[in-house]
């Protein structure tokens, strides 16, 4: 792949994550995927960097998943309905929160890596 391939290495890091999404650190291990392809040395902030990316595109399913799930709270009372709102805010913000930082870790790691071997 090309190194300097930003997005595609990015896409291809969150296809790996989507894919491998019923591991715990799938997140960690698509943004390895990117890091590595992307960087020709040692630069741990590319690395983390494009591994980002690659955790905000795989986030772009869990997000529509939330939101489907969103459709139905018209249909609850009230008081369920608000709730089920701020518990999706809460899940929303903490996926984010995982996808966007398990990837910029797993891309410095790839990064440190494809320098290492």
Not at 2 to 18: M, Q, R, Y
Not at 31 to 42: I, P
Not at 55 to 81: D, N, S, T
Request: aromatic share 8%; hydrophobic share 65%; no cysteine.
């Amino acid at each position: 792949m090309a190194e300097d391939d930003t997005l595609l290495n990015a896409a291809i890091g969150a296809a790996v994550s989507i894919l491998l999404s019923w591991l715990p650190a799938a997140a960690v291990l698509g943004g390895a995927v990117a890091g590595y392809l992307q960087v020709h040395e040692a630069d741990l902030g590319e690395g983390a960097r494009v591994g980002a990316i690659s955790g905000l595109i795989a986030l772009v399913p869990v997000l529509l998943l939330l939101f489907l799930f969103a459709a139905f709270i018209p249909f609850v009372p009230a008081e369920i309905g608000a709730l089920g709102l701020v518990f999706g805010l809460v899940v929303v913000v903490g996926s984010a929160i995982y996808f966007v930082g398990a990837g910029a870790l797993g891309g410095a790691l790839g990064a440190y890596l494809k320098e290492e071997l």
